[in-house]
């Protein structure tokens, strides 16, 4: 049972809770994870960036104007200054635009080809290669123990469940994110037509956002949150809430030999303190990627 997992207190810990969660009915086996920095590599930038940078420099070689847009000149000449001084959301917007007009099944698509094609921009491996292997061994685990697996990420939900199944075994419908907004309409033959727009509907799924969609997109109270930054922190609370066994897992990124050392921060959450702190101060179960994982990365 989870192998890639050294023996200690972490690894006993999530143990336990999987053989007290048996005691539940399955009905109540249910587990959320985040997914940037918590299933998969978010360094040097989130994978979703990666996608957007990559369809702008291809809508800029097509038509080299795109540039004059201050926005996008950001993003293409990697200007992380510019992109700080204008804003991450007025970026994120703009990029947005991007794929506005298309539809559901297009954006797919696209997500795929990208998918397939792209490689980690220090790493070059391909993008498959980023998922935390431990962590693929956990879902199995829950799932061998008939626990109900969603994933409740601040990125993109159609982005997410583009690739949730082939990464992790988890159905589109159990993804929920960042939420565009969609407009219906009728091509020229009459026919329905759903096309996504520029706009997010409601929050960015960070913070309490995360918990609020748990509950009105998957109807079910988590007992098991795994998360790694201060955008998962009231998801991980709500998690050990309850009146049953329960589980509250963040994954510290001390790791710069086999993947990056850093702190854990959200892009859209104000914080004062670690999160790691945080972790520790209300009862949290940390795992340290450098001490508690044989290996980070499938071979």
Request: include cysteine; charged fraction near 25%.
């Amino acid at each position: 049972m989870l192998p890639s997992w050294r023996r200690g207190a972490t690894r006993d810990a999530v143990i336990a809770f999987l053989d007290a969660a048996e005691q539940l009915a399955p009905a109540q086996r249910v587990a959320v994870f985040d997914n940037d920095g918590t299933l998969w590599c978010e360094k040097p930038t989130y994978v979703q960036y990666d996608f957007l940078e990559d369809a702008l420099k291809v809508k800029a070689a097509a038509d080299p104007s795109v540039h004059d847009r201050a926005e996008y000149a950001a993003v293409l000449d990697g200007d992380w200054a510019a992109i700080q001084q204008l804003g991450l959301e007025r970026v994120a917007m703009a990029l947005l635009e991007l794929f506005a007009g298309v539809t559901p099944e297009q954006f797919d698509a696209n997500v795929v080809e990208f998918f397939n094609r792209a490689r980690h921009r220090v790493l070059q491996v391909p993008l498959a290669h980023l998922v935390y292997q431990p962590m693929l061994e956990l879902l199995d685990e829950l799932r061998r123990r008939r626990f109900t697996v969603f994933i409740v990420s601040g990125g993109g939900t159609e982005f997410v469940r583009a690739i949730s199944e082939a990464l992790y075994g988890v159905q589109p419908e159990a993804v929920v994110g960042t939420l565009v907004e969609y407009e219906f309409l009728r091509d020229d033959r009459g026919a329905p037509l759903l096309v996504r727009t520029a706009r997010v509907l409601g929050d960015a799924n960070e913070g309490a956002a995360k918990v609020r969609s748990i509950q009105t997109q998957l109807g079910r109270r988590p007992i098991l949150a795994v998360g790694n930054s201060a955008g998962d922190k009231e998801m991980l609370e709500w998690a050990l809430a309850g009146d049953t066994p329960s589980l509250a897992l963040l994954l510290d990124h001390d790791d710069e030999a086999r993947e990056y050392r850093y702190a854990s921060v959200s892009a859209t959450v104000e914080e004062h303190e670690a999160i790691t702190d945080v972790g520790r101060r209300l009862g949290w179960t940390i795992i340290s990627m450098e001490h508690d994982w044989e290996r980070v990365f499938p071979d």
